[in-house]
């Protein structure tokens, strides 16, 4: 079992940055993929950006946040980290991270364990 509680959303400005954590209960954070996924107002959930496990070898993200977004993760503090800079109105949503064993997958279906979401609000 692994307990997922996201923190650092809020409401910035366009162009401005903010970090998103992730931090995770268990003694064995590293074994599990981690991911970032967003649900805009009346929208599906959406992937952001993924991160396998261990190292986190080359993190995947979705093209609309490409060169934008990092996804990170360190394993000694069981958190993950999203660094979302040159925020768009557009990127306005609830974030939510996930988890799943090892491997980093897209599907939504695919992971296991899930946070209550962060709201993030960009205004223009």
């Known amino acids: 079992q692994v307990q997922l509680v996201e923190s650092g959303g809020g409401l910035v400005q366009a162009g401005g940055s903010l970090r998103l954590s992730c931090a995770a209960s268990?003694?064995?954070?590293?074994?599990?993929?981690m991911a970032w996924f967003r649900q805009g107002l009346g929208k599906e959930r959406e992937i952001v950006a993924a991160?396998?496990?261990?190292?986190?070898?080359?993190?995947y993200y979705a093209d609309s946040v490409k060169g934008r977004f990092t996804i990170s993760r360190d394993n000694a503090k069981n958190t993950m980290y999203l660094q979302m800079n040159s925020l768009k109105p557009e990127d306005t949503a609830v974030y939510y991270c996930?988890?799943?064993?090892?491997?980093?997958?897209?599907?939504?279906?695919?992971?296991?364990?899930w946070g209550q979401g962060t709201q993030v609000t960009v205004s223009s």
């Open positions: 991160i396998s496990w261990g190292s986190g070898g080359s993190p």
């Open positions: 268990g003694r064995t954070f590293s074994r599990y993929a």
């Open positions: 996930a988890a799943r064993s090892l491997i980093a997958v897209e599907g939504v279906h695919d992971y296991d364990y």
